[in-house]
């Protein structure tokens, strides 16, 4: 057997490429453009004919088709500017079901037409899945259905998360016709930083898991998937607190709707319908909201005042109330996407009948005073303490006074800067 040496094989891959070169150029020159054009064009189906493997070509659109190298982790939740995505002519290997897929990224950079270019702005970015023929069936009826899956949830774990509120009417046309703003949605409300029953609290979480989940069971009923909370309690027991922990346990979008400054049920239709999926629309104090003039009702309000106007107050409240719940059950059950809608109280007693009847609300949620157990949640958030000498005194405090978690944790909190540093 003859052995080269690696010169003589540098020497040699020279000589190669240098013919290669030649006969490229003798090519270019001598053969007139159309012929070219068609050698070309049949060549490379000639070659894909013998190629065994086939090439699928995706132009970057919208991120349905969202790529991951198996050796860059998911951005978590927390990371949630972070995004990873593939650099232009990398590649990356997938695997699914024990096959192994090619991915390689490209792009077409267009020839200038404008005096003023912009760095990447004609560029077209695209990518290209390479795989055996074998696996045509496979790719083409599972894997692009499962990689269009996986981008879409990715797509949905990295969003940012908004509060929406509703924009006065009068200004709809300043906001271009939106009829919500918003901004992002950073809470830190947790279940788990929320003082309250543990009981309460695990049968509140199993039903949001439930309900998350439940999307054919809706489906084959034929409702809307949606749920309702009615959140009642005094202020300062974490009702708007347990809302945020909702939309951040379902990573889900907040819509507070405003309903005083709903004129009337025109616009209420207008802002429901622009509501989407995965949100939770929250209605806070509903027993002033549902009041037809549109002012918040004053609570100190004399007696005879109250008396005077419950009458009409009470049909005003209905109207709205049933009207309200009506639109929802109408409106959404077309639309098909989850939502939770959350009711807030601090009376009640003084809601109407419609509201708080079952099967309008889903469930209903008392926030309460804090007990020893909410304070244990509060000194473990406030103080990182998981007990104390004086934990016992303060047991029995708890049960013999009614305080909110919200006075309690107002008296957990660090008075000064020095007083942090102890
Ligand atoms: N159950 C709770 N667990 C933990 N923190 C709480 C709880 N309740 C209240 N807090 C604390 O008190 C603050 C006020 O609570 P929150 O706004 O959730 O009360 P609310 O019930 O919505 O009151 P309102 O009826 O006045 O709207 C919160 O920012 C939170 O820090
Ligand atoms: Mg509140």
């Not at 699914?96 to 897929?101: A, M, T």
């Not at 202020?235 to 004129?263: C, H, Q, R």
């Not at 009041?291 to 109250?306: F, N, V, Y």
């Not at 109280?345 to 809601?351: A, E, K």
Request: proline share 4%; hydrophobic share 35%.
């Amino acid at each position: 057997m003859m052995m080269m040496t690696t010169g003589e094989l540098w020497t040699s891959l020279g000589s190669t490429a240098g013919t290669i070169m030649l006969v490229w150029a003798m090519f270019r020159s001598y053969v007139p453009y159309d012929i070219r054009e068609y050698l070309i064009k049949y060549g490379h189906q000639f070659m894909s004919f013998l190629s065994p493997y086939i090439e699928i070509t995706f132009q970057e659109y919208t991120d349905d088709l969202l790529l991951r190298s198996p050796q860059q982790p998911d951005a978590s939740p927390n990371d949630r500017n972070l995004v990873f995505s593939m650099d232009d002519y990398e590649e990356v290997t997938d695997e699914f079901q024990g096959v192994k897929l090619r991915w390689s990224s490209n792009k077409n950079i267009p020839m200038s037409t404008s005096i003023i270019d912009y760095p990447g702005s004609n560029e077209k970015r695209y990518y290209k899945l390479k795989f055996h023929k074998r696996h045509r069936e496979l790719v083409t009826s599972s894997y692009l259905n499962h990689v269009r899956e996986e981008g879409k949830a990715i797509g949905v774990r990295n969003r940012q998360r908004k509060l929406y509120t509703n924009n006065k009417s009068d200004n709809w046309y300043r906001y271009r016709g939106s009829v919500w703003s918003h901004v992002v949605f950073e809470h830190p409300a947790t279940f788990q930083k929320l003082a309250m029953d543990p009981v309460k609290k695990k049968e509140i979480v199993d039903d949001l898991i439930t309900f998350s989940k439940s999307k054919e069971y809706y489906k084959k009923i034929g409702k809307a998937w949606k749920r309702g909370y009615l959140l009642y309690g005094p202020p300062g027991t974490g009702k708007s607190s347990m809302i945020a922990a909702m939309a951040n346990f379902l990573d889900y979008d907040i819509y507070d709707l405003e309903l005083t400054t709903v004129k009337d049920n025109t616009e209420l239709r207008k802002l429901l319908i622009e509501i989407s999926s995965k949100s939770v629309v929250v209605i806070e104090d509903i027993d002033c909201s549902l009041d037809l003039t549109g002012q918040r009702r004053d609570r100190k309000k004399s007696k005879e005042e109250k008396e005077k106007k419950e009458g009409e107050a009470e049909q005003s409240d209905s109207i709205w109330a049933s009207q309200l719940l009506n639109f929802i059950d109408g409106l959404w059950s077309a639309g098909g996407g989850e939502r939770l809608i959350v009711f807030t109280t601090n009376h009640v007693d003084q809601l109407d009948p419609a509201l708080t009847r079952r099967g309008r609300m889903d469930k209903h949620i008392e926030m309460s005073y804090c007990n020893y157990e909410g304070f244990k949640v509060l000194a473990k958030n406030y103080l990182d303490l998981e007990s104390h000498p004086l934990f016992n005194t303060i047991h029995g405090l708890m049960d013999e006074t009614q305080i909110t978690p919200a006075d309690v944790a107002e008296n957990l909190m660090p008075k000064s800067l020095e007083d942090n540093c102890k």
